[in-house]
């Protein structure tokens, strides 16, 4: 049985929400945010401390958009993945990374400088949700043909990748700044069966700590 250490709504979503589109068994570990502080044993599981976890029979991961791309390729194709020598599979490596490497990135200092450490360096978290916004463009301008997901006319781990950088973006309360194509895309992905599947499962009241980000 796979197992995922998360915390509520941070990266270890995509790797959740993966497991829910695809509908694969897991058992999911709640987790306090931040672990490293407050479930120090967690650091016997994952020395770095940082979610998501993902044990998989000898397998372990700790990047969300390769646990994305990994679940959705493990058992072969899937929807949610694109073979190479599908027209799209260049385009969907590179927005499974761009969630995460570009998108993801500076809205965490942007989480770091508003929210956890206000006061300390407001000018760089102003910065970097200006830098959020300025890569967002790419989102926009991709979806500007009128196209539901990112690549190959389907809804995949791309999605998921992306999708969660604009969930990051909503809980920064940046997402009244969306482009109108990228609140309409935002609206179809957190409209699916799966994202509420998610959702739902990392509802857990006996988890004593505030969801993540506060
Ligand atoms: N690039 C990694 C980043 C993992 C990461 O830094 N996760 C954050 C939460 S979103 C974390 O665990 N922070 C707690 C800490 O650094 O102690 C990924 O995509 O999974």
Redesign the pocket.
């Known amino acids: 049985m796979i197992q995922l250490w998360h915390?509520q709504d941070?990266?270890?979503f995509?790797a959740l929400w993966a497991l829910e589109e695809l509908g694969l068994p897991y058992e999911l570990k709640l987790l306090p945010?931040?672990?490293?502080?407050r479930q120090p044993e967690y650091l016997e599981v994952n020395p770095?401390?940082?979610?998501?976890f993902l044990v998989d029979g000898e397998t372990r991961m700790?990047?969300?958009?390769?646990?994305a791309q990994y679940l959705a390729t493990r058992d072969g194709p899937t929807p949610l993945s694109i073979q190479p020598g599908e027209a799209d599979y260049g385009a969907w490596l590179n927005w499974l990374h761009l969630g995460?490497?570009t998108l993801?990135?500076p809205q965490?200092l942007v989480l770091r400088y508003r929210v956890f450490e206000p006061g300390r360096a407001e000018a760089a978290a102003d910065d970097y949700e200006r830098w959020f916004f300025a890569r967002l463009k790419a989102v926009d301008r991709a979806l500007a043909d009128g196209r539901d997901w990112l690549c190959a006319g389907r809804f995949t781990a791309a999605d998921i990748s992306v999708g969660y950088a604009l969930l990051?973006a909503r809980s920064l309360k940046i997402d009244d700044k969306f482009p109108p194509a990228v609140a309409a895309y935002w609206e179809r992905l957190r409209s699916r069966e799966g994202f509420k599947r998610a959702k739902a499962a990392q509802k857990d009241d006996s988890v004593a700590a505030p969801a993540?980000p506060t």
Do not use: D
């Not at 945010?33 to 502080?37: D, L, S």
């Open positions: 915390c941070a990266r270890s995509r945010f931040p672990p490293r502080m770095l401390g940082t979610i998501p700790s990047e969300s958009a390769a646990i995460e490497a993801t990135f965490t990051l993540f």
